[in-house]
T-cell receptor, first 117, second 115 residues
Framework: AQKITQTQPGMFVQEKEAVTLDCTYDTSDQSYGLFWYKQPSSGEMIFLIYQGSYDEQNATEGRYSLNFQKARKSANLVISASQLGDSAMYFCAMRETYNNAGNMLTFGGGTRLMVKP | DTGVSQNPRHKITKRGQNVTFRCDPISEHNRLYWYRQTLGQGPEFLTYFQNEAQLEKSRLLSDRFSAERPKGSFSTLEIQRTEQGDSAMYLC?????????????FGEGSWLTVV
């Protein structure tokens, strides 16, 4: 089974509107972390936001927020007030604790977001 | 405060040649990772170092691949006898143990094309 699933290969959003990018995960760990990264065409993976499995509040970073629903094992990224510069690939990733002393990340397949002017 | 730096950014090589990529992590980050990303996919873990010790290698890392981090600072990833299937972007990343979420920060990647 896929550990990280991003079901939306591509998404369009109108500039200045909000958009939600879906991410579901699969783990039997109790302690884990969830991350979102942005990858523009230049290739760099830019860290956006982090949510720990024990965090009771949803993480927020500026225009980014993470809608964390632990029971449903989902960690959707919400981008408010979309800007043209938000057009990029977005990856959801998970860091499990069990047998992962090195803190490695497992990534989903990504969602391409395109912001329309 | 510089980020993770990788070079070269792009490399085109003929099949059978050796290539080497260099990564300079964020200063004082004690963990360094290599990932590989093929077109349309998310990055896949290859190997990681804690200081100068290589502590884990993925099964994706065939014996043609070797990574080093001799002084616990920069790292090199060498691919010997390159094959067309090695064409991908090689991403380096670093992190500092004990920080929030042990967040991993990535570089801009090194694109490899094997012809």
């Amino acid at each position: 089974a896929q550990k990280i699933t991003q079901t939306q290969p591509g998404m369009f959003v109108q500039e200045k509107e909000a958009v939600t990018l879906d991410c579901t995960y699969d783990t039997s760990d109790q302690s884990y972390g969830l991350f979102w990264y942005k990858q523009p065409s230049s290739g760099e993976m830019i860290f956006l936001i982090y949510q720990g499995s024990y965090d009771e509040q949803n993480a927020t970073e500026g225009r980014y927020s993470l809608n964390f629903q632990k029971a449903r094992k989902s960690a959707n990224l919400v981008i408010s007030a979309s800007q043209l510069g938000d057009s990029a690939m977005y990856f959801c990733a998970m860091r499990e604790t069990y047998n992962n002393a090195g803190n490695m990340l497992t990534f989903g397949g990504g969602t391409r977001l395109m912001v329309k002017p | 405060d510089t980020g993770v730096s990788q070079n070269p950014r792009h490399k085109i090589t003929k099949r059978g040649q050796n290539v080497t990529f260099r990564c300079d992590p964020i200063s004082e980050h004690n963990r360094l990772y290599w990932y590989r990303q093929t077109l349309g996919q998310g990055p896949e873990f290859l190997t990681y170092f804690q200081n100068e010790a290589q502590l884990e290698k993925s099964r994706l890392l065939s014996d043609r691949f070797s990574a080093e981090r001799p002084k616990g600072s920069f790292s090199t990833l060498e691919i010997q006898r390159t094959e067309q299937g090695d064409s991908a972007m090689y991403l380096c990343a670093s992190s500092l143990m004990g920080t929030l979420g042990n967040t991993i920060y990535f570089g801009e990647g090194s694109w490899l094309t094997v012809v």
